[in-house]
């Protein structure tokens, strides 16, 4: 993420309310930009394609197709991209720039045979048991892969600081689609719903396709070193456990009420409680924007300094220095906690008067306010992991995302019992949960830290054999040493 900080800084500095707002948009376009691309040309094809006028069993089956497409694209690429991307980043701070091409290539081969083992059967059930058409299915199941692709190869593409490029290729994807579905619909004469799925297919593929060769430009070379990431995925285990229970925490309370009374004959969904989460998860997105921004420009820099006076520098500049990374942590904390409550507050009140005239009302509205609070304390959750991943405490990220993950699973199962408006009731336990053991484990790492950081290395380096002796010496032996003299 440091490639954002240095723009930020630059922008912040004349400290104005121009350059606030610059930056925050900056921010803005830089991390959740292909998310608001996706969503504003899924609107603007129902918008000109008419989709509201279509059956509703046909509009149900497009949503439902789409958000299955995110939901296990996301779950089914988490496991792997967490190693790939510390592999990565060592390759490039060690400038072993020849290892990154089989790093990539074993996660596309990885990503690629997993995603597909997944969502074969679900398709075959699809088909068989929902009685969708061959070809529709088909093009789900090409949208999924194209999206996994383009969720791949995103992550080398942030890696190298590209955030404006990932931005253009989803803006340029989404405009290939856009007026793809306009040609299927008008000229080629398709249901306005595959018209739609099409064309969103092709262009996944097309954001894919530049976000692979940017890559390969950026690595030319190939060193065929695969099995050191193998190596990689056992020593950094953690990382794989972390990744996908975080994200399965994200949607498994979903997962929970898919079981409930609402659900169609080909896809499992409660739609009032999917689009109660939609809002409030863009209740507080801004978080993400506002934690990236501040980290990058404050925390890092007294990370670093820290580090560095760990590697060269007196006891007491590492006393000093770790004392002003730690303020500066709970400084950031608290600074985000602030801003987020009131962003949440203003955008709350405007969803709350604005979205029942726009017919979201009745039960999504009752659910979204308890949805909402979770994804609000979720969000900070998910601060402290990265603030873990700064120390290398993979321990205690772990322990956070498996506490997160199985309470919200648990309370869930209690909440489908509880009326509407205590639906949200498992998303906002478990990130309760999860944000205190989270808190806790900071708190640990802040007493504990110069153990953490100078007591992990080995004097002699690992490796299988024989256990040399643990003796260094005989004190015997050196009691006769004087009487051998004499």
Same mark, same amino acid.
């Given at each position: 993420m440091a490639g954002i900080g240095v723009k930020l800084n630059r922008i912040y500095q004349k400290n104005t309310i121009t350059t606030n707002i610059v930056g925050f948009f900056y921010s803005m376009t830089m991390t959740i930009a292909p998310v608001l691309v996706v969503i504003i040309n899924l609107m603007l094809m129902q918008k000109v394609l008419k989709f509201n006028t279509v059956r509703y069993i046909d509009r149900e089956l497009f949503s439902c197709t789409v958000l299955y497409v995110f939901i296990f694209s996301l779950l089914t690429t988490s496991p792997f991209n967490a190693v790939l991307s510390r592999y990565m980043s060592d390759a490039i701070f060690e400038e072993r720039?020849?290892?990154v091409l089989p790093c990539h290539r074993i996660g596309l081969l990885s990503n690629i045979c997993f995603s597909c083992l997944v969502a074969i059967p679900f398709c075959l059930w699809e088909h068989f048991v929902g009685k969708v058409q061959v070809y529709y299915v088909f093009t789900g199941y090409c949208c999924f892969v194209s999206l996994v692709l383009v969720f791949y190869n995103m992550l080398y593409m942030s890696i190298c600081k590209e955030y404006r490029l990932i931005s253009l290729y989803f803006a340029l994807g989404m405009i290939v689609s856009f007026l793809l579905s306009l040609f299927f619909r008008y000229i080629c004469k398709m249901s306005i719903p595959y018209s739609m799925l099409l064309a969103l297919t092709?262009?996944?593929?097309?954001?894919? %396709?530049?976000?692979?060769?940017k890559v390969h430009q950026f690595f030319p070379d190939n060193s065929e070193e695969y099995r050191r990431v193998f190596v990689y995925f056992k020593r950094y285990w953690h990382l794989i456990l972390i990744n996908f229970l975080y994200t399965?925490?994200?949607?498994?309370?979903?997962?929970?009420?898919?079981?409930?009374?609402?659900?169609?004959?080909?896809?499992?969904c409660n739609q009032p409680y999917d689009m109660a989460t939609c809002l409030a998860m863009f209740t507080n997105l801004s978080a993400s924007v506002i934690f990236i921004s501040r980290v990058e420009m404050y925390f890092h820099e007294r990370y670093k300094a820290y580090a560095d006076a760990v590697f060269g520098g007196r006891g007491l500049d590492?006393?000093?220095? /770790?004392?002003?990374?730690?303020?500066?942590?709970?400084?950031?904390?608290?600074?985000?906690?602030?801003?987020?409550?009131?962003?949440?507050?203003?955008i709350y009140l405007i969803f709350v008067i604005f979205l029942p005239r726009m017919g979201y009302a009745g039960l999504v509205m009752r659910i979204y306010p308890m949805v909402a609070a979770g994804y609000f304390i979720?969000?900070?959750?998910?601060?402290?992991?990265?603030?873990?991943?700064?120390?290398?405490?993979?321990?205690?990220?772990?322990?956070t995302a498996l506490s997160f993950c199985g309470v919200t699973f648990l309370a869930s199962l209690i909440a489908v019992h509880l009326p509407? %408006?205590?639906?949200?009731?498992?998303?906002?336990?478990?990130?309760? %949960?999860?944000?205190?053991?989270?808190?806790?484990?900071? /708190?640990?790492?802040?007493?504990?830290?110069?153990?953490?950081?100078?007591?992990?290395?080995?004097?002699?380096?690992?490796?299988?054999?024989?256990?040399?002796?643990?003796?260094?010496?005989?004190?015997?032996?050196?009691?006769?040493?004087?009487?051998?003299?004499?």
């Open positions: 720039y020849e290892d092709i262009g996944f593929f097309v954001t894919a %396709v530049f976000e692979w060769a399965l925490g994200l949607f498994i309370h979903n997962f929970v009420f898919w079981r409930t009374d609402m659900a169609m004959q080909t896809f499992v590492i006393q000093n220095t /770790r004392k002003r990374m730690f303020r500066q942590l709970g400084s950031e904390l608290m600074t985000l906690i602030r801003l987020q409550f009131i962003i949440s507050v203003v979720l969000f900070l959750m998910y601060s402290e992991i990265i603030f873990l991943y700064y120390f290398e405490d993979l321990q205690g990220a772990l322990v509407a %408006v205590f639906f949200g009731v498992g998303i906002w336990t478990g990130s309760v %949960v999860g944000f205190t053991v989270a808190y806790m484990r900071l /708190r640990w790492m802040e007493t504990h830290i110069d153990e953490h950081m100078f007591c992990r290395g080995n004097l002699i380096k690992r490796g299988k054999g024989i256990k040399p002796s643990a003796k260094v010496f005989d004190i015997r032996e050196l009691k006769k040493e004087p009487e051998d003299e004499e």
